[in-house]
């Protein structure tokens, strides 16, 4: 299943700053990489991962909240480099990461806004109807309120 690109009307050549949307799923890691294809050999990738808002509570393992947020931030920012590496980028090319809080599709749309990027990239995790309604789906509120292009990658068929 390929992904699917809407394209801004200013969008007139490969973008040169891309904000793509990471949640470490196969789906938003595809679109990472199809984001690296069509980025410009002297473009910037930002690799977004959006934590839902509000503290961690204690795992059942019963640490604490604050030393569970040490862990993830710590786990997050070496899956980040891990995934920067495996995109191969170009000598031109630069990556960053960052870390926002909140709601992952409003999120996304205000940083990419903030940045003044060409292009959003997501993942789409195809869930059913229901799942959708409680949940929501990122991908469908990045397509209706970016202000710029978006991709959107489907997981790898089963």
């Known amino acids: 299943v390929a992904p699917v ?7 007139e050549s490969l973008p040169r700053h891309v904000v793509v949307g990471i949640d470490f799923s ?6 990472a990489k199809w984001a690296r294809r069509l980025l410009h050999p ?3 990738l930002e690799l977004v991962y959006v934590a839902a808002d509000g503290p961690f509570g204690a795992g059942a ?5 604050a030393e569970s947020n040490q862990v993830l931030v710590k786990r997050i920012e070496r899956d980040m480099e891990r995934l ?3 995109l191969e980028l170009q000598p031109g090319m630069r990556a960053i990461t960052v870390r926002r ?10 940083h990419a806004d903030s940045v003044g990027a060409d292009l959003i990239a997501v993942g789409s995790h195809r869930y059913k109807f229901l799942e959708r309604l409680s949940m929501g789906s990122v991908s469908a509120a ?3 309120h970016a202000g710029c292009s978006v991709l959107v990658a489907p997981p790898e068929p089963s």
Do not use: F, K, W
Not at 5 to 11: E, Q, S, W, Y
Not at 26 to 31: E, G, T
Not at 61 to 65: C, E, L, M, Q, S
């Open 5 to 11: 690109l809407a394209v801004a009307r200013n969008l």
């Open 26 to 31: 196969v789906s938003s890691i595809r679109a």
């Open 42 to 44: 002297e473009g910037m």
């Open 61 to 65: 393992d019963g640490v604490p909240a």
């Open 84 to 86: 920067v590496s495996s």
């Open 101 to 110: 809080t909140g709601n992952a599709g409003e999120q996304l749309c205000l």
């Open 142 to 144: 990045v397509l209706y």
